[in-house]
């Protein structure tokens, strides 16, 4: 009963290994769209916003199928509990990269080639979902708080955008105001991508020690 038991257990990690590989690669790709000024880029970011949604279904499915069958205690139903949270900031992260990707549709085909720091801050996003989900799949304490450190580089980065930004008007005197603006947006969906791989994070160290900062509650383990 155990062995399967802990077969469906990592069937649960390949699984939000895979979604976490999507949320990824949609960031990758809807900063390669912005870099480029690409259209047909962005579109397949929506489009693949889809295949997100789904992985959230399917582990959602999978995650209640083992509460109702193998009705887990402790540290197990700590760690299916967590998925299930996991999967939602996920798919809001799939979400979120589906709006940056319309914010370059209804810009056209400028092109951001100047804008260092929005690759910047995507890839440091992008590692902290990459880094929040090994940690839940490795059990991995250290790594889910070293994401949750990670956060605050990352609101560093959407003030420097949003500074840099606001010079651009003054310089341009009030030139390009949309396209100042849609860049500002893009920075503050990527900070809120960092503030939803942390929230992963936090539900890691939930699983692992069975205490969340929102609550003072601690599970026996």
């Not at 979902?129 to 949750?148: F, G, K, Q, T, W």
Request: glycine letters at 4%; a negative charge; charged letters at 35%.
């Amino acid at each position: 009963m155990r062995n399967k038991f802990d077969e469906q257990l990592h069937r649960l990690d390949e699984q939000l290994t895979h979604m976490g590989e999507l949320c990824e690669a949609a960031i990758a790709k809807a900063t390669d769209a912005l870099k480029h000024g690409s259209i047909e880029e962005a579109k397949a970011v929506i489009s693949e916003d889809e295949e997100i949604d789904q992985c959230e279904k399917d582990i959602e499915r999978l995650c209640l199928k083992l509460l109702l069958q193998q009705q887990p205690v402790a540290k197990d139903l700590r760690r299916i509990s967590a998925a299930l949270k996991m999967i939602t900031d996920m798919e809001r992260i799939g979400d979120q990269t589906a709006d940056i990707a319309e914010i370059i549709i209804s810009s056209g085909d400028n092109a951001a080639e100047e804008i260092h720091v929005i690759g910047t801050m995507a890839s440091e996003v992008s590692r902290m979902v990459r880094h929040s989900v090994n940690a839940y799949v490795n059990r991995d304490l250290e790594l889910a708080r070293s994401v949750m450190k990670a956060d605050d580089g990352v609101d560093q980065y959407f003030e420097q955008v949003r500074d840099e930004m606001i010079e651009f008007i003054k310089e341009e005197k009030g030139k390009n105001g949309k396209r100042i603006f849609d860049l500002i947006m893009v920075t503050k969906y990527l900070e809120r991508i960092g503030d939803h791989a942390t929230n992963i994070a936090e539900w890691v160290e939930f699983s692992i020690t069975g205490v969340h900062k929102d609550s003072s509650l601690i599970h026996e383990s």
